[in-house]
């Protein structure tokens, strides 16, 4: 086994002209009130890897420019499509409305197994909260569903760009193996 080079693992990523062409998951994001400018910019960069379809910082969530978010974004804000809304719950009703399915990453007394949500749920918003306090109550009420990360330890929670990255990765696992099997059995 031999580590990749950068050159190696950059020809075989999109550049930022290209990335245009590859189709995003059908997964839209609505971050709301994050207080770190490095969990923003983590967010950001997970957000690329995953590709989402946008991103929407909402509340008091900073958004790019700045040189704290770049820091951990790499180049991402570039790269992800975003837009800040001051209103969460409004914009949330208007995702509703739009036709996705939303989708709070919280604890809540009906929330589910974060690898339960199916081909059906999608496309989706996932909505993820502030740092400290999580989805706001009033948020809360406009989701659809909750989901939950299940924890192993002491701690209820994970730091909030990981619990995004986490949830973000298995709803990409979700959508490509439904996708799949929805395909082989045409």
Request: with cysteine; net charge neutral; hydrophobic share 45%.
């Amino acid at each position: 086994m031999r580590k990749l080079t950068f050159e190696e693992i950059a020809s075989k990523r999109a550049t930022l002209e290209s990335v245009g062409g590859v189709p995003p998951l059908p997964v839209t994001v609505l971050v709301e009130s994050v207080r770190s400018l490095y969990n923003v910019g983590s967010i950001f960069r997970t957000s690329d890897a995953a590709r989402i379809e946008k991103l929407f910082l909402t509340g008091y969530t900073t958004y790019p420019p700045r040189k704290e978010i770049e820091k951990t974004a790499l180049g991402a804000t570039a790269s992800v499509p975003w837009e800040h809304a001051k209103d969460p719950v409004a914009l949330a009703s208007r995702l509703k409305n739009s036709g996705l399915r939303l989708c709070a990453l919280e604890l809540t007394d009906h929330s589910v197994s974060y690898d339960s949500l199916t081909l059906a749920d999608f496309p989706l918003c996932l909505v993820i909260g502030n740092d400290l306090t999580g989805v706001s109550p009033k948020l809360l009420q406009e989701c659809d569903v909750a989901i939950e990360i299940p924890m192993g330890g002491i701690k209820h929670s994970l730091n909030v760009a990981v619990a995004y990255g986490v949830a973000v990765f298995e709803l990409a696992r979700i959508w490509r193996a439904a996708s799949a099997q929805s395909k082989a059995s045409v």
